[in-house]
């Protein structure tokens, strides 16, 4: 089935730094999104970006699909961006997501 | 608008009792999902349902079983609790048919923790 994988697997930073995250898979989709796990647990909605490119506020992210990788960039951290980032492809006609194994961000004060 | 629900948030079951997850969504998406999540790990999924009365198998399937009566409703049925089923499950709907909003973007609902002793 398909891989998806994600770097880095943690990533500690000081508020106001910019970081970049990563997501390659191993065959081609038509259905990515990024998501926010909480320390609550709560999964937050951040892009359905199956290509192209977005932004909303000091997030934005990129997916090249033809080239099977996607990036998520996080600008100006605040502490309330810590928890665990996910990708997720969607495959086949009912677009079920296979989840990467995420990124734990830290932003500490 | 509440979006993806799901009953109970928390619940704790001995080895072998029962118990019915409920995820009820307000979207009126066609497409419908149970994931599980382990401890470090991204979601996996159960199974799913492309329509109401539909449903099919995911990734791991076994141990559980499903049913979507009405398409507002999808429900995780566990026969026979085990400890390898202590997990988080959270539910997932897409697929919004209307236009301007043809979207296969999945919206996920709060999670059950469940611990089985």
């Known amino acids: 089935g398909i891989q998806v994988e994600q770097s880095p697997p943690d990533l500690i930073l000081q508020e106001g730094a910019n970081s970049t995250l990563r997501c390659n898979f191993s065959d081609s989709v038509n259905n990515l999104q990024w998501f926010h796990q909480n320390p609550w647990g709560q999964l937050i909605n951040l892009f359905y970006i199956p290509s192209g490119t977005k932004q909303n506020g000091r997030l934005s992210a990129t997916t090249v699909a033809t080239e099977r990788y996607s990036l998520l960039y996080i600008s100006s951290s605040q502490t309330t961006d810590s928890g665990v980032y996910f990708c997720a492809v969607g495959i086949q006609g009912a677009q079920k997501l296979v989840f990467g194994q995420g990124t734990r961000l830290t932003i500490n004060p | ?117």
Not at chain 2, 4 to 20: D, E, Y
Not at chain 2, 79 to 103: G, I, K, R
Request: hydrophobic share 30%.
């Open chain 2, 1 to 117: 608008n509440a979006g993806v629900t799901q009953t109970p948030k928390f619940r704790v079951l001995k080895t072998g009792q029962s118990m019915t997850l409920l995820c009820a969504q307000d979207m009126n998406h066609e497409y419908m999902y149970w994931y599980r999540q382990d401890p470090g790990m991204g979601l996996r999924l159960i199974h799913y349902s492309v329509g109401e009365g539909t449903t099919a198998k995911g990734e791991v399937p076994d141990g559980y079983n499903v049913s979507r009566l009405k398409k507002q409703n999808f429900l995780l049925g566990l026969e026979s609790a085990a400890p390898s089923q202590t997990s988080v499950y959270f539910c997932a709907s897409s697929y919004d048919l209307q236009p301007p909003n043809l979207s296969y973007e999945q919206y996920f609902g709060p999670g059950t923790r469940l611990t089985v002793t």
